[in-house]
């Protein structure tokens, strides 16, 4: 590969500082300088003239699902729909795209009643009859942690009034006493989503890699995915290591897996595959093992220490008692693997720092016990003061999706009171408080694109109309080069990375992102405008604007 300059480019350095230009060697940034530095190193090079656009270290996601992404594309999207009969309609539309058997199921995802226009309640069973009554239709919540489904999908799960929800789970009655077809986390809801069939392969490999080239036009050459699951290990490394041999794709994944069963945990052990190793190929690496411990603030999973302001009767819900949580960590801890925790609610955070504190006692397998297994807390959206305080204290890291407010800043209040609120989403705090902060979006949760997320941190509005005007508890706005550090240098932190990613510096990758606009200083509430014109991995071309990549 000759060596590349990228000149008459506004280059981000660090905070407050820019340079022009450029040179790649190899798979590594060799040098940095004004046009005439650079120009003058690199006799040889082929030239790339950036047009004066910006130039950022290549954007890292800390933390999404890529497969759920792509696989999503053979089912009912239902982000973003405002009512229940947009939903039908969507599902009416998919239906009528893949034709699937009669007596099979589809599946959807995406749905959040509190962005109905209307009526804010959760799909029942007969609403989802009048997308079709010959298919099951399973239609999980945005968060993923509760479902609705129709008649066909109760009776194919042979569930009836008759049967009974575990503690705590959700499975809402009609007037008579029937089940509305709407469940929340637990066994229930678990059967219902073990009728969904599996992929083959084949399919597996098209949809992660449709989800790979969106990652690229979304300017990110560095995703935290989390596909990995006790199922579908061994599926998945080689869907990604077919796709790096088949295709001509740029992308480095570093792999987030959730294996608490023992068999499988032990398994990984056995075969070495632990944070931070390589799975066979330069763009794969094996990250951290992703548990929960909470479910979400839309569905009033979330668990709470006090119970939810608008439904005084629930609390959330928790995945493990503190007990198994504890074990859990503490068997990642000691050999070595890097935990990151979904946790949501205050109390659901709480019993996380409680584990990793006790966990953090005893040494690990690396030696020391400051945390140098970098474990982490997923979301971390409801907190006080001390929690956070806690958290800085143990070094525990915050992997944080500030696009979440666009949505959560109409229900925070409802949920939660106006005094956590003003606590939680604490993005300028954390900074404050030194906590190491990495961003992402949990696609399919949210849409993958980093700049609708660095305006949410930047100005806590939903962009889409600019409400609320000064920002959703405005101190805990953030500025834009902290914005994009936790999604470049912050993010490689959080695997292990930052002395060779998220930085424009020699030695490091060359891993670029070339924006249209320049986030630092156009108007603030324009970021989410910007719009990336190449992306680049490790000195390849990885995505141009305009030009749409070759079909496989
Ligand atoms: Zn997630």
Not at 123 to 146: F, K, T
Not at 433 to 445: E, F
């Amino acid at each position: 590969m000759p060596d590349v300059v990228i000149h008459n480019a506004k280059v981000y350095l660090e905070k407050g500082h820019f340079t022009e230009a450029v040179l790649v060697r190899g798979d590594r940034i060799s040098a940095v300088g004004t046009n005439d530095e650079i120009l003058l190193l690199a006799v040889d090079a082929s030239k790339i003239d950036a047009h004066g656009n910006l130039l950022l270290p290549g954007f890292n996601d800390s933390h999404l699902h890529l497969y759920a992404f792509g696989r999503n594309v053979n089912r009912i999207r239902a982000n973003g729909v405002t009512s229940i009969d947009e939903l039908i309609e969507r599902g009416r539309a998919l239906i009528d795209r893949i034709k699937p058997p009669k007596g099979s199921v589809v599946a959807g995802t995406g749905w959040n009643q509190e962005m109905f226009t209307g009526e804010k309640r959760f799909p029942n069973r007969h609403d989802l009859d009048r997308i079709s009554a010959e298919h099951a239709i399973i239609m999980s919540r945005v968060c993923g942690h509760s479902l609705s489904c129709n008649t066909l999908a109760m009776e194919m799960a042979d569930i009836t009034r008759n049967s009974r929800p575990a503690g705590g789970e959700l499975m809402e009655l009609d007037d008579n006493g029937e089940p509305l077809g709407i469940f929340g986390e637990g066994p229930l809801m678990y059967k219902i989503r073990a009728l969904i069939p599996a992929f083959t392969q084949e399919q597996t490999e098209e949809q992660l890699l449709y989800a790979m080239r969106h990652a690229l036009e979304n300017g990110l050459c560095s995703i935290g995915s989390k596909d990995v699951a006790e199922d579908n290990y061994e599926s998945m490394v080689k869907a990604y290591l077919d796709i790096f041999t088949k295709h001509d794709i740029h992308l480095r994944i570093n792999m987030q897996c959730t294996i608490s069963r023992d068999e499988v945990f032990n398994e990984f052990i056995r075969r070495g595959w632990i944070t931070k190793c390589s799975m066979g190929h330069p763009y794969l690496t094996m990250g951290a093992s992703k548990l929960f411990a909470d479910g979400s603030l839309g569905a009033r999973t979330a668990y709470m220490r006090e119970p939810y302001a608008d439904a005084p009767s629930m609390q959330g819900f928790r995945i493990h008692t503190q007990e198994e949580l504890d074990a859990l960590v503490l068997k990642h801890h000691k050999n070595g693997f890097q935990v990151i925790i979904h946790a949501i609610g205050d109390g659901a955070i709480d019993e996380v720092l409680c584990a990793f504190e006790k966990a953090l006692a005893f040494e690990n397998t690396n030696g020391g016990n400051k945390n140098e297994l970098r474990h982490g807390i997923v979301h971390c959206q409801i907190t006080d003061s001390a929690l956070l305080k806690c958290m800085a204290d143990n070094n525990i890291l915050a992997f944080m999706q500030p696009v979440f407010l666009s949505h959560d800043l109409y229900m925070v209040e409802k949920r939660v009171g106006k005094k956590l609120a003003a606590t939680s989403y604490a993005h300028a705090t954390m900074q404050k408080l030194g906590i190491k902060t990495a961003y992402g979006t949990d696609c399919p949760i949210e849409s993958m694109n980093p700049l609708e997320c660095i305006d949410c941190a930047v100005n806590r509005r939903d962009f889409s109309n600019g409400y609320p005007e000064e920002g959703f508890y405005p101190g805990e706005c953030v500025d834009v080069y902290t914005a994009v550090d936790a999604y470049t240098t912050g993010s490689a932190y959080a695997e292990f990375a930052e002395n060779y990613k998220g930085r424009i510096k020699p030695g490091y990758l060359a891993d670029f992102t070339l924006l249209d606009k320049d986030i630092f200083s156009i108007p603030k509430k324009e970021i989410h405008t910007a719009q990336v014109l190449w992306t680049m991995v490790g000195g390849n071309m990885a995505y141009q604007r305009n030009m749409p990549f070759a079909s496989a």
